[in-house]
C-alpha cells in the first residue's frame, strides 16, 4: 500500500496540482492584500471615509459601535463590508486569470503551424508538402 501512495504522489499530473494549489494561494494572498491595503481605501474615500472592511448591520438591536465590538460580544451581524472586499478579491483574480489563459490561447494560436493546403484545383485539403493532389492527381508544381 505505501508503494501505491509513494507511486500516486509521484505521477506528474499530482505534483502539478499540488504546485498550482500553492502558488493558487500564495497568489490569493498577494490579491487580498492588494485589495484591502491598495485598492478598497481610495475607493472608501472617495465615498466618505467608509471602511469596507467594518461595515455591518446589527441583528441583535443592541447598537454596537464597531464590527469588532460586535463579534467580541457575540452579537449576530451580518458582516457585508467584509463580503464587498472578498468580492472586489474575486473579481480580479478571475480577472488575471482570464488575462493569464487569454495570453496562453494566444501564443497556442500563434504557435500552431499550418500542416495542410488546399488544392488549387478540387479545394480538397492536403499535405503542405505535397507536389500533386490525392483526389484529383492535378500537378501542383505547376500551380
Same mark, same amino acid.
Given at each position: 500500500?505505501?508503494?501505491?501512495?509513494?507511486?500516486? @504522489? =509521484?505521477? %506528474?499530473?499530482?505534483l502539478?496540482?499540488?504546485?498550482?494549489?500553492? !502558488?493558487? &494561494?500564495?497568489?490569493?494572498?498577494? #490579491?487580498?492584500?492588494?485589495v484591502?491595503?491598495?485598492?478598497?481605501?481610495?475607493i472608501?474615500?472617495?465615498?466618505?471615509?467608509?471602511?469596507?472592511?467594518?461595515?455591518?448591520?446589527?441583528?441583535s438591536?443592541?447598537?454596537?459601535?464597531?464590527l469588532?465590538?460586535?463579534?467580541?460580544?457575540?452579537?449576530?451581524? @451580518? =458582516?457585508y %463590508?467584509?463580503f464587498?472586499?472578498d468580492?472586489v478579491?474575486?473579481l !480580479?483574480? &478571475?480577472?488575471?486569470?482570464?488575462l #493569464?489563459?487569454?495570453?496562453?490561447?494566444?501564443?497556442?494560436?500563434?504557435?500552431?503551424?499550418?500542416?495542410t493546403?488546399?488544392?488549387?484545383?478540387?479545394?480538397?485539403?492536403?499535405?503542405?508538402?505535397?507536389?500533386r493532389?490525392?483526389?484529383?492527381?492535378?500537378?501542383?508544381?505547376a500551380?
Amino acid at each position: 500500500m505505501l508503494k501505491e501512495f509513494r507511486d500516486f @504522489i =509521484a505521477r %506528474g499530473n499530482v505534483l502539478d496540482l499540488a504546485v498550482a494549489v500553492i !502558488i493558487g &494561494a500564495a497568489f490569493g494572498k498577494i #490579491i487580498t492584500s492588494l485589495v484591502e491595503g491598495i485598492i478598497m481605501p481610495p475607493i472608501g474615500m472617495l465615498l466618505g471615509n467608509v471602511d469596507f472592511s467594518s461595515l455591518f448591520i446589527d441583528l441583535s438591536g443592541q447598537h454596537p459601535a464597531s464590527l469588532a465590538e460586535a463579534q467580541d460580544r457575540g452579537l449576530p451581524v @451580518i =458582516a457585508y %463590508g467584509a463580503f464587498i472586499n472578498d468580492l472586489v478579491t474575486f473579481l !480580479i483574480i &478571475a480577472f488575471v486569470i482570464f488575462l #493569464i489563459v487569454k495570453a496562453i490561447n494566444r501564443s497556442k494560436r500563434q504557435e500552431k503551424v499550418e500542416l495542410t493546403k488546399s488544392c488549387p484545383y478540387c479545394l480538397t485539403s492536403i499535405s503542405i508538402e505535397a507536389t500533386r493532389c490525392a483526389a484529383c492527381c492535378s500537378d501542383l508544381t505547376a500551380a
